[in-house]
């Protein structure tokens, strides 16, 4: 009897023997020696690619929700792995804790979110791996195994990005912070401007990211930062209602720039500038509704200006359908051997397809661009990459699928996607 599974977007599907939701570990690890393989583990489905595709067991963490235990003066959580961003957040900020950084997607499991090794933005903060202290994992043979970074700081750097790989993460220890006030801006410059003080701007902030608006010419940055200001109100979210307009006007207009550009500037006017002071839970996430496809390469921080003008160009020469803005922040380097942001600073490009329409052309043209400037693909979003192209971008690949092979003797956790990833023969 076949289930049927997809991802947010739909445009990953499997149809699995069994989509299982363990209670607990035990019965997570009986079901990783006895279901159908390969096994697979899916957090909230927010991936585009096929980490979690399987014909075998989907496992649903789902039930792995809560918090496990906290230590108030080390700002420590231990959570379980299932846990939704958007409720973690609102039990660490019930602890007196915060996230010291966040993407603007709050619907990830924490799982998952680890495993693909998101992130938000700033040039110091790291992504959310980078807060591990304790892992709790169930290995290929079902056993339960826990890794601290006080001794086992090699395992940490190892499985921090899992990609359900090493294990299926059950629990984690989490170093936060103190909980805290953003104040957020919001504005709009031209892109030239944007790509020529693209590292003083992206460096004057604690946090800052932009948005650069396809056939528009101009870009929205926004800038947090730390604020002992009392609460003001967030204004009501734009965005989904500036896509439709971009929508619409790339449909009417696909094939006339100029007209599309003075209407998408004239749309640009309007929007007020944004500035607020908010709780940090409150300022992170947004609402996304629309639905799309994404590819996101992580590159060397200071080739990332030129790298957006190429794909700008790419864009508005060959792709006139697109009308999503393209996504740039800052990452700060980490000792994770399977983090795209291991020993480098990183400006990470996002580019979205509208998920109604075929993306691939539209990626197939941009990945040669990121590719040529030494980028790293997202895990979690879509690319081509495979275990000989990988294995030349990151050092410790061959130490980090050793570990692998420990973790996964049986490769009960290798479905045909993840083989050809990690370069397993069937």
Not at 88 to 113: E, S, V
Not at 157 to 186: C, D, M, P, Q, W
Not at 299 to 313: D, H, Q, S, T, W
Not at 330 to 348: E, G, I, M, N, Q
């Amino acid at each position: 009897m076949s289930n049927n599974w997809s991802n947010w977007s739909g445009y990953v599907t499997a149809e699995p023997w069994l989509v299982a939701s363990p209670n607990d570990a035990g019965e997570l690890g009986d079901l990783i020696r006895n279901a159908p393989g390969p096994v697979r583990v899916v957090g909230a489905g927010h991936s585009f690619t096929p980490l979690v595709k399987s014909e075998g067991t989907i496992l649903s963490l789902e039930k792995f929700e809560g918090l496990v235990s906290h230590d108030s003066g080390r700002h420590q959580a231990r959570v379980r792995a299932g846990t939704r961003l958007g409720p973690l957040m609102h039990i660490l900020q019930g602890l007196g804790q915060g996230l010291p950084n966040m993407g603007d997607i709050d619907r990830q499991a924490i799982g998952g979110a680890l495993g693909t090794a998101t992130h938000g933005s700033g040039p110091t903060l790291g992504a959310y791996h980078t807060q591990l202290e304790t892992v709790e994992v169930v290995d290929g043979l079902g056993k339960v195994r826990e890794f601290k970074r006080a001794g086992d700081q090699d395992m940490i750097h190892a499985i921090g990005v899992a990609l359900g790989a090493f294990g299926i993460l059950s629990e984690v220890t989490l170093n936060n912070i103190a909980t805290y006030r953003l104040r957020r801006r919001k504005w709009v410059l031209p892109i030239a401007d944007m790509l020529r003080d693209f590292e003083t701007m992206m460096a004057a902030h604690r946090s800052a990211e932009f948005y650069y608006i396809p056939f528009s010419g101009y870009a929205q940055f926004i800038a947090s930062d730390l604020s002992d200001a009392a609460p003001t109100a967030r204004p009501p979210e734009e965005d989904e209602a500036g896509l439709r307009t971009l929508r619409r006007l790339r449909t009417a207009l696909a094939w006339l720039p100029s007209l599309r550009r003075r209407l998408i500037l004239g749309a640009i006017a309007k929007l007020p500038a944004e500035d607020y002071v908010q709780d940090w839970l409150n300022v992170y996430a947004s609402d996304r509704q629309t639905k799309f496809n994404e590819m996101e390469y992580h590159l060397p921080y200071e080739e990332g200006p030129k790298v957006l003008a190429e794909i700008i160009a790419l864009t508005e020469r060959h792709f006139p359908e697109v009308y999503f803005p393209m996504e740039v922040r800052t990452v700060a380097p980490d000792d994770f051997w399977l983090s795209p942001f291991y020993k480098r600073l990183t400006c990470s490009i996002a580019i979205h397809h509208d998920a109604a329409s075929d993306p691939q052309p539209f990626m197939r043209a941009a990945e040669p661009i990121f590719r040529k400037y030494g980028g790293r693909p997202h895990w979690g979003k879509m690319h081509s990459l495979k275990a000989a192209d990988l294995k030349k971008l990151y050092p410790r690949w061959d130490d980090a699928m050793a570990v692998r092979r420990d973790i996964d003797p049986q490769n009960r956790f290798v479905s045909p996607y993840m083989a050809g990833l990690f370069g397993i023969e069937p």
